[in-house]
């Protein structure tokens, strides 16, 4: 029988790809047989991935359109087509609500939301071109969304609203272009073992927090990028417009 997921020859971008959850899908992308685009602002952290005919790396603030379009048009020069985008790029600003400024507002949701939205443009412009000179291929999208999307965030409000308008992203997306074969879809994490979440994974967090996840433990980058990769593929053909919680139980819906 042969592998359930694979990627093989198929160009994936995936931003804020220099540490945690963004790096494990580079690395898995390339295990599986696809080109990784990593997109990161760090550097230095970019040039700490291995090198190799199956990377690309490249720098610069996602939030910015000119950057954004300048990428994709490198991308397609290098590997022909983009068949795959990972919305994994994001950063936390957290404050009460009364007490948040406009700044920390606006810097959250101009990566999150405003990033995500550039990119899904301007990837959907190329996959939408491939579809229409006859590749049946189409391509996925996938927005990395949070419980804290779904459910809120004590001290987030930016985040929480940052992640919950990425799944209305998914689903607009999904009905627009199914059409062509794209599809694009969400996935939540909850509590995932990466710097991001250090403070909530601290002595003062810690036990309550485990206590509301029915696995009772964190996750591990290396467990949540495999859904991810299994959206990507062929596997999940038929799947578009949904919202995969990837989270131990930490959040429990219909």
């Not at 967090?205 to 964190?218: C, E």
Request: one cysteine or more.
């Amino acid at each position: 029988m042969s592998e359930l997921v694979r990627l093989d020859g198929r160009t994936i971008i995936v931003t804020g790809a220099a540490q945690g959850i963004g790096r494990a899908i580079v690395d898995l992308v390339r295990a599986l047989g696809g080109n990784a685009v990593a997109v990161d602002l760090n550097k230095e952290q970019l040039a700490a991935i291995p090198a190799g005919d199956n990377l690309m790396a490249v720098s610069g603030d996602v939030s910015d359109p000119a950057f954004v379009e300048q990428a994709v048009a490198d991308v397609q020069a290098r590997f022909g087509g983009i068949h795959g985008l990972v919305n994994n790029a994001g950063i936390t600003r957290p404050a009460m609500i009364e007490k948040m400024t406009l700044k920390q507002w606006d810097d959250v949701v101009r990566v999150h939301l405003t990033g995500s939205f550039l990119w899904m443009r301007a990837v959907g412009h190329v996959m939408l071109s491939r579809a229409k000179a006859g590749h049946a291929d189409g391509g996925s999208i996938i927005n990395i969304s949070s419980d804290a999307g779904r459910a809120g965030s004590v001290g987030q409000i930016n985040y929480a609203a940052a992640k919950s308008g990425m799944m209305g992203m998914s689903m607009t997306g999904a009905k627009e272009w199914a059409k062509h074969n794209i599809r694009v879809n969400s996935v939540c994490f909850g509590v995932v073992e990466t710097p991001m979440t250090e403070t909530i994974r601290g002595d003062k967090f810690r036990d309550s927090i485990l206590a509301r996840i029915p696995m009772g433990r964190w996750a591990k980058t290396d467990e949540v990028v495999k859904p991810v990769c299994f959206l990507l593929s062929d596997a999940a053909s038929y799947i578009t417009g949904q919202h995969l919680a990837v989270n131990g139980g930490f959040h429990i819906s219909l």
